[in-house]
């Protein structure tokens, strides 16, 4: 596997570096502390996993991504301390594939990482879902509800994919961040309501008044019968 890691922070690159190569002893590290050579070497090296820093000398992270993501479709997690929900919601509506508030924990950052590797093939052989009015694709990530089409995030798929696939029961907070995540860990809660709240604003004539994803207090998340959606 090949990292890069765009980041101004000696401290935390090496910090990332390590826990990197602990959990995938061979993988190749790639830094830079500037948005501009990021750009370049995301181009030029092909990383298998970008780790990309908002708060860069030269530009904004949010430019590195929006640049980054017009020529590759390596996962990207946005590691940063812009902690705003605005900020959330703006990096991967423009294209990261997963936001981590910084500080966090090294279970946290290997549990992301591996999610979004395995992205790249998982879903991919999984027919075709329908439950009521929703129609989900695992292979393009394609959601319809009554015919109409919803872009989703790769978070926002899995979180479907698996209410969906499971649409008899409730989907526990720890069932969802395995999931997507592949395991539950410290935090996942919170992060799962933050990517539920978008989704919901995606799909729900009313978010405050959700009528297809549902919650079930203390517990998770689960889709309404048939008949309702």
């Not at 190749?28 to 708060?55: C, F, M, R, W, Y």
């Not at 936001?99 to 279970?107: A, D, E, N, S």
């Not at 989900?136 to 509800?145: D, R």
């Amino acid at each position: 596997m090949k990292a890069l890691i765009i980041e101004d922070d000696a401290e935390i690159v090496e910090s990332i570096s390590l826990a990197l190569q602990i959990r995938w002893p061979e993988t190749q590290i790639v830094s830079t502390h500037l948005g501009n050579k990021g750009i370049d070497l995301a181009e030029s090296d092909g990383p298998d996993i970008i780790i990309l820093d908002l708060g860069l000398p030269d530009m904004s992270g949010f430019e590195v991504l929006k640049r980054v993501r017009s020529f590759s479709s390596a996962p990207i997690i946005i590691l940063t301390v812009k902690a705003d929900e605005a900020d959330i919601v703006k990096g991967l509506e423009w294209g990261a594939d997963d936001y981590i508030v910084k500080p966090c924990g090294q279970l946290e950052l290997l549990a992301r990482v591996k999610a979004r590797i395995r992205d790249k093939s998982r879903l991919v052989k999984e027919a075709p879902l329908s439950y009521g009015s929703l129609r989900f694709n695992p292979s393009t990530h394609q959601l319809l509800i009554g015919g109409n089409g919803v872009k989703v995030t790769h978070i926002e798929a899995h979180i479907i994919h698996h209410l969906m696939k499971n649409a008899s029961y409730v989907a526990t907070y720890s069932n969802l961040a395995e999931e997507v995540w592949g395991e539950d860990y410290p935090g996942s809660i919170d992060s799962l309501r933050v990517h539920i709240r978008r989704l919901r604003e995606k799909v729900e004539a009313d978010p405050s008044q959700p009528q297809l994803i549902l919650t079930k207090a203390g517990i998770g998340y689960f889709l309404a019968k048939p008949d309702n959606i």
